[in-house]
């Protein structure tokens, strides 16, 4: 099984500071045809998730580019660089290698101070 | 594409329950439709794909309660889950290769 393990849990950011998550996974998310499969999610309140993030850095048509990821193997990032209330939600990451054993990490809730 | 799901369920406890996933636009521009459940107040959780050859892939933990096909006739996709329990209690969200969500049904199940 692949364990994917977020931190923090919650965050509480002051406008216009830069916020980072951290993901780790229980085993590389790199494979053979050298693609790592890591996304990331924001999932505001009432709402389905959004995806942010492809193969851990490439940002999805219309996402601010504020938001970026970074990593490789099982250590993975997701930045804000400026903070602003339409960021607030939890945040989610998500390995696609090996779906049917554990998929999301356990979310990351960021608030505006 | 645009997805849209069926109405919220309400089930006893052993019962089964059947889900869909509505397809507008161009609905072979989506290669897998993944079903993904949350609990109240609790994060997400992969429950399984099914894409339009009917070929499947469940979570480990639900394989052998969980079915998703898809109509032979029009672009709707279905997921089954039996043997409810209280644990089933979630919003179920369909979503085209994890990049476009439907709007969630919530499924209750309870006595």
């Known amino acids: 099984d692949i364990v994917m393990t977020q931190s923090p849990p919650s965050l509480s950011v002051t406008p216009g500071q830069p916020a980072s998550i951290s993901c780790k996974s229980s085993?590389?998310?790199?494979?053979?045809?050298?693609?790592?499969?890591l996304l990331w999610y924001l999932q505001k309140p009432g709402q389905p998730p959004q995806v942010l993030i492809s193969?851990?850095?490439k940002r999805l048509s219309g996402v601010s580019d504020r938001i970026s990821g970074s990593g490789s193997g099982t250590d993975f990032t997701l930045q804000i660089s400026r903070v602003e209330a339409a960021d607030v939600g939890v945040y989610y990451c998500?390995?696609?290698?090996?779906?049917?054993?554990?998929?999301f990490g356990g979310g990351t809730r960021v608030e505006i101070k | 594409v645009q997805l849209v799901q069926s109405g919220a369920e309400v089930k006893n406890p052993g019962a089964s329950v059947k889900l869909s996933c509505n397809l507008s636009?161009?609905?072979?521009?989506?290669?897998?439709i993944h079903w993904v459940r949350q609990a109240p107040g609790q994060g997400l959780e992969w429950v399984g794909l099914?894409?339009?050859?009917?070929?499947?892939a469940y979570a480990d933990k639900l394989e052998d309660r969980v079915s998703m096909t898809r109509d032979t006739s029009t672009p709707t996709f279905h997921l089954e889950l039996s043997s409810l329990n209280s644990d089933d209690t979630a919003v179920y969200f369909c979503?085209?290769?994890?990049?476009?969500w439907g709007q969630g049904t919530l499924v209750t199940v309870s006595s």
């Open positions: 998500m390995q696609s290698l090996q779906l049917t054993s554990g998929a």
């Open positions: 979503a085209g290769d994890m990049i476009i």
């Open positions: 636009g161009d609905a072979f521009s989506i290669h897998f």
């Open positions: 085993q590389s998310l790199l494979d053979s045809d050298g693609r790592t499969h």
């Open positions: 099914v894409n339009h050859k009917n070929i499947t």
């Open positions: 193969e851990v850095s």
